[in-house]
């Protein structure tokens, strides 16, 4: 099952194609971690059928963009230093 991810951004230039990205997305699958967010490199596509998983953006007040975007989770940064674990 393709995971539903959610970003926001302030110019959906951020989320330029081709590249390795870090974000932070929070996901949008039913549960009780929805709403969950994550810092992670990523790779994103306007190309839906790229990538498994799905991407929504909202820009910088919360609106919601009508283009679409498939992502791809590479790994996940962790935030807080090592020593602080």
């Known amino acids: 099952m393709a995971n539903q991810w959610e970003v926001f951004v302030m110019d959906l230039g951020e989320l330029?194609?081709?590249?390795?990205?870090?974000?932070?997305?929070?996901t949008l699958n039913p549960g009780i971690h929805k709403y969950t967010y994550q810092r992670v490199k990523a790779e994103v596509s306007g190309t839906l059928d790229k990538f498994a998983d799905r991407?929504?953006?909202?820009m910088g007040r919360g609106q919601l963009s009508d283009r679409k975007f498939s992502?791809?989770?590479?790994?996940?940064?962790?935030?807080?230093?090592?020593?602080?674990?």
């Open 71 to 85: 992502i791809r989770v590479i790994e996940q940064v962790q935030r807080m230093p090592a020593r602080y674990l």
């Open 55 to 58: 991407l929504q953006v909202r």
């Open 16 to 26: 330029a194609e081709g590249k390795e990205l870090e974000l932070t997305i929070r």
